[in-house]
């Protein structure tokens, strides 16, 4: 596809080489603030590697870019601003942010076919992750209460929005203005907007952000 090849080419051009400095000891304050995901492949020669993403998704402390940093065995070889695309072998990595978290880490082979990557165990994916793995009962129903939250949070805020846009003098004159039957108090709608936060954060532990959770943004 030409607007897939245009992309790829604009996230190759982002890329930018490391300077080989260790990859940082992830910290326990980072839980909320961090994403390190791993992945091990083996090279045309034989040899393995164990390459790394980390993202800083408050952004970098002297730009507040957020950048997507690759590791190989513990070394930095690459970096670059979102969404990014770091070739290694056989295929590509991936790299995407949504409003509250990674919203894309994927290995994508050269057929096509794409894995996400691990995420570091003490991280908030990671605790997730091993939620899941041993309480996937819970874990299937934390998954639905998030959904749920996520829906919450729209159902309350979509109709305030499209009732104020419809008072909007060229809006309103195309296609009339209207109100809400019921007045939805301030607590109801800080409730739902928190709501959907914890949602759609949790949604991005398990990277299933999607349009639901940018519209509860």
């Not at 993202?55 to 969404?83: E, F, K, N």
């Not at 129903?141 to 309350?156: E, F, N």
């Not at 739902?192 to 398990?206: H, I």
Request: proline letters at 7%; a positive charge; hydrophobic letters at 45%.
């Amino acid at each position: 596809m030409v607007f897939g090849g245009w992309r790829d080419r604009r996230a190759a051009r982002r890329v930018r080489p490391g300077n080989g400095e260790p990859l940082p000891r992830f910290r326990w304050w980072q839980l909320l603030s961090r994403s390190v995901r791993t992945l091990t492949l083996r090279a045309p020669d034989g040899t393995a590697s164990t390459y790394a993403v980390d993202v800083r998704q408050l952004g970098d402390r002297d730009d507040g870019a957020i950048r997507a940093r690759l590791y190989r065995d513990g070394a930095l070889v690459s970096l670059s601003t979102m969404p990014a695309r770091f070739p290694v072998p056989g295929g590509h990595i991936e790299v995407a942010v949504g409003t509250y978290g990674l919203r894309r880490c994927h290995h994508v082979r050269a057929d096509g076919t794409a894995k996400p990557l691990t995420p570091h165990p003490a991280s908030a994916e990671g605790r997730r992750a091993h939620l899941h793995r041993t309480r996937p009962g819970l874990s299937r129903l934390v998954g639905a209460v998030s959904a749920l939250l996520v829906l919450v949070g729209i159902c309350v805020a979509v109709p305030q929005l499209a009732a104020t846009i419809s008072h909007i003098p060229p809006v309103a004159d195309a296609l009339g203005a209207f109100d809400l039957p019921v007045h939805v108090p301030v607590a109801a709608n800080i409730a739902a907007g928190v709501a959907a936060v914890v949602g759609s954060t949790e949604r991005a532990l398990r990277l299933r952000s999607n349009w639901l959770d940018t519209l509860a943004s």
